[in-house]
């Protein structure tokens, strides 16, 4: 037997859940064939007493011969003795899962249901090969029933655990995706300007003999070393970072401690990637170098010179317009793959246009710096040089596109939520769990005797195999009575009614789809096993509480093995004192630490802290982004005023002071920074509107612009013009000035 049983911290009252992770209990498992391991104390031998992790235990400081309170599927409140501590093999605990064992008289009691298991461990006799014993079993097993030999069942819950924390390494893999696509940029950049310092290094190379491919090459050797040298450097800082992390998951969500596992992939594909990528960015100015005639290279005014913008520009455009084409196709058909494409094509087109459009966008955003002479010479100074200028704010504009994109995703779905519950949820007071671990139906039972209490509905959640779904689809149970108008349901056809005659409720869009309507009978697989015909008894307009199918909470208990609820909403009479029931519903939500009660309002505010905490993840990820680009202006501002170093020398001669010097510097920083927000926000805002258009058929269905975090954008790249010129405007300000009006 296994499911749930919540316990309770003696020292605080409130329940133990470890964030998402679920608890599971179980009976006391058969040491042949378990994983568990009794480290300390005795397991369990009656109703009474129970064993827990070790993890728990000491997060928890619970002990053997402590009595600790558990919520169980069939009992608001149930005592027991801690007899034993167990671990799963070496580690404390089950990837983070809270560990209950109860003896195996008590456990179906408790968690399952009396006359059914959930799993069965057979050990076959000597001789008889784990593939025989399996073919054996299978035949005799129930149609919907399954058996693994001990390897596959190892190989299967290992793989459902990958499964379920896979989208971490994914994150994880996409915010570096997006890390190395901004210091692309940062790379590109910076081979541009130093090649170009180095032209008449470069000339005079040719001057003695050396061939064009031999200039060139020298370059991309260069650039060999330095991405083998950050690569190496990248892979010692990304290994302590990672055991840094693993120490940070640890203390707060208690995952397993084993070792750190470096994979040899690990180290070898960042350090290719380094080289590979500065190689890259390194080609295009090696071979304008190369092209240089030596003689007009050792000219003391030589420059390299600018291709026309045309080219670029078209380039530009047709990579917008593709990316744009592969965004829609990818939202439309919920293709992860096309949608990167799209926005990687969609950030490169926009970056080769940006020279043409810094002109307009520069003068704009530097106009409120022109009303002094510095202000003037450093809007000049970011309009002189477009394609440093683009280049230099292109890092900039992904990190703060990225932001912007979350921010018109987050907020839009802060107001698709509140305006769900507005509109699907007629009740006074919602009934949540923490970590959806669900509660006991008693709860809601002993809420229907309150007075002024006119009508409690149950909610459960099952899945199953509904006419000619291909899938699994969430089905929700409800309490027959009264649960349409919990739900705000509006009915097609038919009525809520169907509901006390066990028939089935369909949502409008999945009727039209499978062309059913009301009176029609489909048969629904249920995934805990068994198979029901049900008719038709209503067809309501989509309701994102309600789901795509609807049925009586009857019926669900009949063929799902979920006991129970996971909400419950609770109505008021009309005729009752509404602060007196409120705070008799409350009273009595305290005696289960496991449930939130929140009114409508309050229920909105547990959405938004919810995705307010995963903001804070996201946005802590793409820091990372933003933080490369601040050191792309820094690099491209220090080797700027490597550039100017006659200019900077002739200022301080007629006179300008160090502090207008590191003035002018952090102007034009600001400048450029605030460039790089206006093509951000504007490429973020795109992209929300258009994440949220795809998403209509989902629940999110409603447009909201985060004004303040546009804001915040606008301001975080001033903070990080004005940071990254700090060191550039120092050393520009501390040149000496004969020396530099000599330099050549």
Same mark, same amino acid.
């Given at each position: 037997h296994q499911g749930i049983a919540t316990l309770i911290d003696p020292s605080t009252g409130k329940a133990i859940v470890n964030g998402q992770a679920p608890t599971i209990a179980i009976g006391v498992p058969d040491p042949d064939v378990s994983t568990l391991t009794l480290t300390e104390g005795a397991m369990p031998t009656n109703a009474m007493q129970i064993a827990v992790d070790r993890g728990t235990a000491r997060t928890h400081n619970l002990t053997v011969g402590e009595s600790v309170s558990l919520l169980t599927s069939d009992a608001i409140d149930v005592h027991a003795t801690i007899t034993g501590i167990i671990t799963a093999g070496a580690e404390d605990s089950l990837a983070g899962a809270t560990l209950v064992v109860f003896s195996n008289d008590s456990v179906a009691a408790y968690v399952g249901q009396?006359?059914?298991?959930?799993?069965?461990?057979?050990?076959?006799?000597?001789g008889t090969s784990p593939a025989d014993l399996k073919a054996r079993i299978a035949a005799v097993l129930p149609k919907d029933n399954q058996a693994l030999t001990g390897k596959e069942a190892s190989a299967k819950a290992s793989s459902d655990l990958k499964n379920r924390v896979g989208f971490l390494s994914t994150a994880l893999l996409i915010f570096a995706g997006v890390s190395l696509f901004v210091a692309t940029f940062l790379i590109v950049n910076t081979f541009t300007m130093l090649v170009a310092q180095r032209a008449k290094e470069l000339a005079l190379l040719r001057a003695i003999g050396a061939r064009r491919s031999q200039v060139t090459w020298t370059v991309v050797t260069e650039a060999v070393v330095v991405g083998l040298a950050a690569g190496v450097v990248g892979v010692a800082m990304g290994i302590g970072i990672g055991a840094l992390l693993q120490l940070v998951l640890n203390a707060g969500v208690n995952l397993p401690t084993g070792a750190l596992v470096i994979a040899p992939?690990?180290?070898?594909?960042?350090?290719?990637?380094?080289?590979?990528?500065?190689?890259?960015?390194?080609?295009?100015?090696?071979?304008?170098?190369?092209?240089?005639?030596?003689?007009?290279?050792?000219?003391?005014?030589?420059?390299?010179?600018?291709?026309? &913008?045309?080219?670029?520009?078209?380039?530009?455009?047709?990579?917008?317009?593709?990316?744009?084409?592969?965004?829609?196709?990818?939202?439309?058909?919920?293709?992860?793959?096309?949608?990167?494409?799209?926005?990687?094509l969609m950030f490169i087109g926009v970056a080769l246009l940006a020279p043409v459009l810094s002109g307009p966008i520069v003068r704009v955003v530097g106009t409120p710096f022109a009303g002094t002479p510095l202000g003037r010479l450093a809007k000049q100074n970011a309009l002189r040089n477009p394609r440093r200028t683009a280049s230099t704010a292109s890092a900039l504009m992904i990190g703060l596109a990225l932001v912007s994109t979350v921010g018109v995703f987050a907020t839009s779905t802060v107001a698709s939520i509140n305006k769900i519950v507005d509109r699907s949820v007629s009740a006074d007071v919602v009934i949540s769990t923490q970590g959806q671990q669900g509660f006991s139906p008693v709860l809601a039972e002993k809420m229907r005797a309150l007075p002024g209490v006119e009508r409690v509905t149950e909610i459960r959640f099952s899945t199953g195999l509904v006419g000619a779904d291909t899938s699994a689809a969430p089905i929700v149970g409800v309490t027959a009575d009264g649960g349409a108008a919990a739900f705000n349901l509006k009915f097609i056809a038919g009525t809520g009614s169907a509901l006390s005659d066990g028939q089935l409720l369909v949502d409008q869009k999945t009727a039209d789809a499978q062309h059913l309507t009301v009176g029609q009978t489909v048969p629904i697989r249920w995934q805990a096993g068994g198979q029901q015909d049900m008719v038709i008894g209503g067809i309501y307009e989509t309701n994102q509480f309600a789901g795509k199918y609807t049925v009586a909470l009857e019926t669900l208990t009949k063929f799902s093995t979920v006991r129970t609820d996971a909400l419950a909403t609770v109505n008021f009479k009309k005729s009752a004192n509404l602060a007196d029931t409120r705070a008799a519903v409350n009273a009595l939500g305290k005696t289960v630490p496991t449930v939130d009660i929140a009114d409508q309002s309050e229920f909105k505010k547990q959405a938004r802290d919810q995705i307010g905490q995963l903001l804070k993840v996201i946005y802590g990820l793409l820091a990372l982004a933003i933080i490369i680009a601040a050191l792309g202006i820094v690099n491209t501002l220090a080797l700027s005023v490597i550039e100017r170093t006659r200019e900077v020398g002739l200022l301080r001669a007629i006179g300008t002071t160090r502090p207008q010097v590191r003035a002018l510097i952090r102007v034009e920083a600001v400048i450029?920074?605030?460039?790089?927000?206006?093509?951000?926000?504007? !490429?973020?805002?795109?992209?929300?509107?258009?994440?949220?258009?795809?998403?209509?058929?989902?629940?999110?269905?409603?447009?909201?612009?985060?004004?303040?975090?546009?804001?915040?954008?606008?301001? &975080?790249?001033?903070?990080?013009?004005? !940071?990254?010129?700090?060191?550039?405007?120092?050393?520009?300000?501390?040149m000496d000035v004969l020396t530099a009006i000599a330099t050549a």
């Open positions: 009396p006359h059914s298991f959930t799993e069965l461990s057979v050990l076959g006799t000597p992939r690990s180290v070898v594909v960042p350090i290719l990637l380094a080289v590979v990528v500065t190689v890259i960015a390194s080609l295009a100015p090696a071979i304008r170098a190369a092209k240089v005639p030596p003689v007009a290279a050792m000219r003391d005014d030589f420059v390299l010179p600018s291709r026309s &913008l045309r080219g670029r520009v078209m380039v530009g455009g047709g990579l917008a317009v593709a990316g744009v084409a592969a965004l829609i196709a990818g939202l439309t058909d919920t293709g992860a793959t096309l949608v990167g494409l799209g926005v990687g450029v920074a605030l460039f790089g927000a206006v093509l951000g926000v504007a !490429l973020g805002t795109g992209f929300g509107i258009a994440l949220v258009s795809a998403l209509k058929d989902q629940g999110i269905d409603t447009l909201a612009l985060p004004w303040t975090t546009m804001v915040a954008c606008f301001a &975080l790249a001033g903070v990080i013009g004005v !940071l990254a010129a700090i060191i550039p405007a120092r050393r520009a300000a501390r």
